[in-house]
């Protein structure tokens, strides 16, 4: 029998940012300069293939720090933590490892030179987020308030209109957050705002590569985990473009197949904490079903690195990374 033919348009950029690749590469140097186990609090990123993938290698996951035994390394994951976290492992004396991405601890320094300058702080973000968490945690309660909605942003109270700074998670709707944006500027018109955009080259990137591709599809396939931010932000992108049929899957086994049942044009994209290996999974899963070609749309190149801690350079043993 006869495949249907299937045009999939696969976007690009996609998958890991720099952010995520410098997360894991710091679990694995901690792996092979420590030893197994090596302790993380909360998934190192959103992804479960990524987190098994750790756990098989000798990582072991966990929720709080005093689930860390003594004498054993920890990492934090790459979304940030509050002050209170490395303060905790201080005071049990923890060696630990910080892999929050820079572009979150941009965030967070931002938000304590505006704390330091006496203003309040607005966090343009979604509630319960590990990111937001650690962003809040970074200076007193007092003086940093989340705004979630253009509702919210419409419905704020704030003691002194005139000395606020916003500040936003990294992982958001471009476009949504410009809206919210637009209305905390004319509510309050003196307000400042970064310097640069806080939300992420990474997210923007994929998101503006799913516009390129989404009004072509007549579906679209987001490769990434139900708690992961970017990922969600990608289907929505693809939705309010038009494409109606798009849908978030961890891995090719999720991929409800009738759905796409009369599809010719397929969109493919995977979220920053997605690897590639579960794309090429995607593809291969669609080849069983389709007489695949294959179209990769490139909106831009990405060449950002972020480094290690120089304290897991291993510059004597020579050992590979995997």
């Given at each position: ?12 950029p ?5 952010g ?7 679990v ?10 090596v302790?993380v ?6 992804n ?8 098989q290698?000798?990582?072991?996951f ?15 994951s790459?979304h940030?933590?509050?002050?209170s976290?490395p303060?905790?492992a201080?005071?049990?004396e ?7 991405c ?19 702080v ?6 319960g ?15 940093i ?7 919210d ?13 916003y ?14 944006v637009?209305?905390?500027l ?12 806080d939300?992420?080259?990474?997210t ?6 799913v516009?390129?591709i ?7 396939l ?8 970017n990922?969600k ?11 109606e049929?798009?849908?978030l899957?961890?891995?090719a086994?999720?991929i ?8 010719s044009t397929l969109?493919?994209?995977a979220?920053?904490?997605a ?13 069983e ?12 190149d ?9 304290t ?8 590979e990374?995997?």
């Open positions: 029998m006869t495949k249907p033919t299937l045009t999939v348009l696969l976007a690009s996609r998958g890991f940012c720099a995520v690749d410098r997360a894991i590469e710091i694995e140097r901690a792996l092979v300069k420590h030893g197994a186990p302790y609090r909360h998934e190192i990123v959103h479960r293939y990524v987190v098994e993938n750790l756990e290698k000798g990582a072991i966990v929720q709080e720090i005093d689930e860390v035994p003594e004498g054993l390394p920890v990492i934090f790459a940030g933590v509050p002050k976290v303060a905790a201080q005071a049990r923890l060696l630990y490892f910080d892999a929050t820079p572009l979150v601890s941009k965030v967070h320094r931002e938000a304590e030179r505006h704390e330091k300058d006496g203003r309040q607005i966090l343009i973000g979604h509630a987020h590990p990111e937001v968490i650690g962003t809040m945690g970074q200076i007193d309660e007092g003086s308030v989340l705004v979630e909605t253009e509702q942003a419409e419905q704020l109270e704030v003691p002194d209109p005139e000395n606020l700074a500040v936003t998670q990294t992982t958001l709707s471009v476009d949504d957050t410009a809206s919210i637009k209305v905390l004319r509510r309050f018109p003196n307000m400042l705002e970064p310097k640069k955009e939300i992420c080259y990474a923007t990137n994929r998101q503006e590569a516009k390129a989404a009004k072509r599809c007549d579906a679209l987001v490769i990434g985990a139900p708690n992961s931010s990922s932000r990608l289907v929505e992108v693809a939705f309010k473009q038009g494409c049929k798009s849908a899957v961890q891995r086994v999720d409800k197949w009738d759905q796409l049942s009369g599809v969109g493919i994209t979220g920053a904490s690897p590639e290996i579960l794309v090429e999974e995607v593809i291969a899963a669609c080849n079903h389709f007489d695949v070609t294959i179209e990769e749309i490139n909106i831009r990405e060449n950002v690195v972020f480094r290690v801690p120089k897991l350079l291993d510059t004597t043993a020579n050992k990374i995997h």
